[in-house]
């Protein structure tokens, strides 16, 4: 199904791509990705909450990589459970958790999510900031930050600023400000395929390229808005070279104190960032980023670049 | 972003003794209102930096509907549940079949007799916000619809 849909723009793009297995990709984006959640301890203690859980006939399975994930190994509508509806639990992919533990916000704090809506990566950080230091949860798309605003409600962080900025205005406005920053960029989606499949109808190298620039001003802004020694995690849920890798290298090239660090995550299965790509050859510190395919952990694809800013 | 002033809050801490015994309510936040009588409760720190940037939709989290005209103020879900235990007055405790029902929004028909217009529901150890009672002795939770679980 998904292959007669996709154009054969895409097909010849993701052949190009060393070591992926296409036939294995296409298999799991035809797979819906594990229903996963985190159990939000800033509510009630993490066993109180699971226990609710299992006295209503769920199982699942810890997340190695992320504190307080789970996955769901029996039937079950999540998102119809009281547990959700009071914000006990927040439902979010398993892989989607990978990006915020590279990051590892501490509680005190000052931490800003660049592209937030709708909001799993910014509950996710209020969870680790345990109250302590300040979240400013960014997204200038008014239409999705009402579900940013509604998940940020029921999680109950109340350190938090939500503000509807283009993310390249951050520097400008409060200069090296931030201790942590998350790029949860905006792109072409291919890692997510599962759960949108119009994505592969509507991929083109044009709008990659278009996201490409608009990705590289991003993460500019978010370095020069990072404290010296601070550190940023840019991540995408895609596979395209242009929008990561060279990315990243993009960064490397015009911030020379900026410095690639190797993301630890248990259990989590990847292959290393690509130094070359086509005709492109970029800085050999790539090899520090991670690449996530769907058929690695049976979940979501991702990118994953941890970044230091030297002093 | 407005922040209570002092007569504000004190008046807001005597409705929340008065309802529901709660001594100091909320001290340890700064308290906005926003539109719609809504409170918000939030920290020094977070006002600092909201200051500091445009474009701001809202700081902290929802906590009561307060109106003043009314000496009234429901507790949010989240707002019962950073009361938490100083909630000690006009507390029910409902089966997992009246939360259910509360959840959904639907009124929950419980014998009571607190005497009281408002009361917050409990469910084990989790505070599920303010409902309104009304004559008949049926507790109308007090949940945003898109809170609400849908009805089976
Ligand atoms: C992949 S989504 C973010 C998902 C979110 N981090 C989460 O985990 O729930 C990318 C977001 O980037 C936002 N975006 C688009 N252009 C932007 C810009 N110029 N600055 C900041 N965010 C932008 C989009 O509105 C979108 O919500």
């Given at each position: ?34 229903e996963s959640f ?15 859980l299992?006295?209503r006939?769920l199982?699942f ?9 789970y996955?769901l190994?029996s039937?079950s509508e999540l998102s119809l459970t009281?547990e959700h509806m009071?914000?006990?639990i927040y439902i979010q ?219 | ?152």
């Amino acid at each position: 199904m998904i292959e007669s849909s996709m154009r054969e723009e895409l097909k010849n793009y993701l052949l190009k791509i060393p070591n992926l297995k296409l036939d294995l990709l296409i298999e799991y984006w035809s797979k819906p990705i594990p229903e996963s959640f985190r159990v939000n301890t800033l509510k009630l203690p993490e066993e109180y909450i699971l226990d609710r859980l299992r006295r209503r006939g769920l199982i699942f399975k810890k997340i190695p990589w992320a504190r307080y994930g789970y996955i769901l190994e029996s039937e079950s509508e999540l998102s119809l459970t009281i547990e959700h509806m009071l914000g006990l639990i927040y439902i979010q992919g398993p892989v989607s958790m990978a990006p915020v533990e590279a990051l590892d916000p501490k509680p005190g704090e000052m931490v800003l999510d660049m592209c937030a809506a709708p909001g799993s990566k910014s509950t996710q950080i209020l969870q680790l900031l345990q109250g302590r230091g300040v979240l400013v949860a960014n997204d200038p798309v008014i239409d999705r930050c009402k579900a940013l605003s509604s998940n940020l409600q029921r999680f109950g962080g109340y350190n938090v600023v939500l503000t509807t900025l283009d993310g390249r205005a951050f520097p400008k406005l409060v200069g090296e400000f931030f201790d942590k920053i998350l790029v949860d960029a905006p792109c072409s989606s291919l890692g997510i395929v599962s759960k949108d499949w119009s994505v592969v109808k509507n991929w083109s190298i044009h709008n990659v390229i278009r996201l490409s620039r608009l990705q590289t001003q991003l993460i500019r802004a978010a370095f020069d808005s990072l404290k010296p020694g601070g550190t940023l995690v840019y991540s995408t849920c895609t596979l395209t070279v242009e929008e990561n890798e060279n990315v990243v290298d993009n960064l490397l090239r015009s911030r020379r104190n900026a410095c690639v660090e190797e993301a630890r995550l248990d259990g989590l299965r990847y292959e290393k960032g690509f130094t070359e790509f086509d005709n492109m050859r970029f800085n050999d510190e790539l090899s520090k980023t991670l690449r996530i395919y769907p058929y690695h952990n049976s979940a979501e694809g991702f990118y994953i670049a941890k970044i230091r800013k030297c002093e | 972003m407005k922040i209570l002033s002092d007569s504000e809050r004190e008046l807001l801490e005597k409705i929340l003794f008065h309802q529901h015994g709660v001594k100091e309510a909320f001290r340890e936040f700064i308290l906005v209102m926003s539109g719609d009588n809504k409170v918000r409760a939030t920290t020094t720190e977070t006002v600092e930096v909201a200051r500091k940037l445009g474009r701001v939709l809202q700081v902290g989290v929802y906590v009561a509907k307060y109106r003043r005209s009314k000496n009234e103020v429901f507790l949010s879900i989240e707002g019962s549940q950073l009361l938490n235990d100083k909630l000690c007055k006009n507390v029910v405790e409902l089966s997992e079949e009246e939360c259910l029902q509360w959840m959904q929004g639907a009124p929950v028909s419980k014998s009571i007799n607190t005497g009281s217009r408002y009361i917050v529901g409990k469910i084990d150890k989790i505070y599920l916000g303010s409902a309104r009672v009304s004559r008949d002795n049926k507790l109308y939770p007090q949940i945003a619809v898109w809170r609400r679980l849908p009805e089976e």
